[in-house]
């Protein structure tokens, strides 16, 4: 097999690792897939250090928050032993609001900034880009009335995202990258800039 097949199969095999490691709570495994230097998580509800994403993320699943994800399609563009990986994605999010249970589905992309390191693809900084979100009642003969000012707060791409987690206490980031505009367009250059050899993988900050 060509050597970019491999790397190829790697990195999909990565990212695929993060979602079901994360996600079922294997938190030693899931630690093995950031670069241990400088890995970085952006989400609505986290932006850190890798370290300090698992254990929140641990702290969450203990307490039952349920956050799940589901992967789709999948590219990635190589540069020796840098590469930036797009895969789709779903994030579920089961809530409580107003006493009525809900599932929130947000669809986009997991860009993923990775990384070969001791001979091992790793993900360097992981930033997902929200393109669309929707909300659901469990029960549909449940009533349930969104506060339009709060659902405001939000960005199209993750707004009844940012809605429920911001109901289920957790700080959530505006301004993050949806489809189109200058946050996405940030992100592109950041990675074509990363491809090109920069010295960090963009400002995730």
């Not at 250090?49 to 789709?72: K, T």
């Not at 399609?73 to 994605?89: F, Y």
């Not at 947000?106 to 990775?114: L, P, Q, S």
Request: aromatic share 10%.
């Amino acid at each position: 097999m060509p050597a970019h097949m491999e790397d190829r199969l790697a990195i999909r095999e990565l990212v695929e690792n993060w979602a079901v490691w994360r996600d079922a709570g294997d938190w030693a495994r899931f630690a093995t897939v950031w670069h241990p230097d400088d890995g970085w998580m952006t989400a609505t509800w986290f932006q850190g250090p890798a370290a300090e994403f698992i254990a929140a993320s641990r702290d969450g699943f203990e307490r039952g928050v349920s956050i799940l994800h589901f992967l789709g399609g999948h590219t990635a563009d190589l540069a020796g032993d840098r590469a930036v990986a797009q895969t789709k994605m779903t994030i579920n999010q089961r809530v409580v609001l107003d006493g009525v249970a809900a599932d929130v589905v947000c669809t986009g992309r997991f860009y993923d900034f990775c990384a070969r390191h001791a001979g091992e693809w790793k993900i360097v900084r992981r930033q997902p880009v929200y393109e669309k979100d929707r909300l659901d009642v469990v029960d549909p003969a449940a009533r349930l009335e969104l506060d339009p000012e709060l659902l405001a707060r939000f960005p199209a791409g993750y707004r009844h995202l940012g809605y429920a987690q911001t109901k289920a206490g957790f700080t959530v980031k505006t301004g993050l990258p949806g489809l189109t505009g200058p946050a996405v367009e940030r992100l592109y250059d950041e990675g074509a800039k990363w491809l090109a050899g920069s010295a960090t993988a963009g400002d995730p900050h």
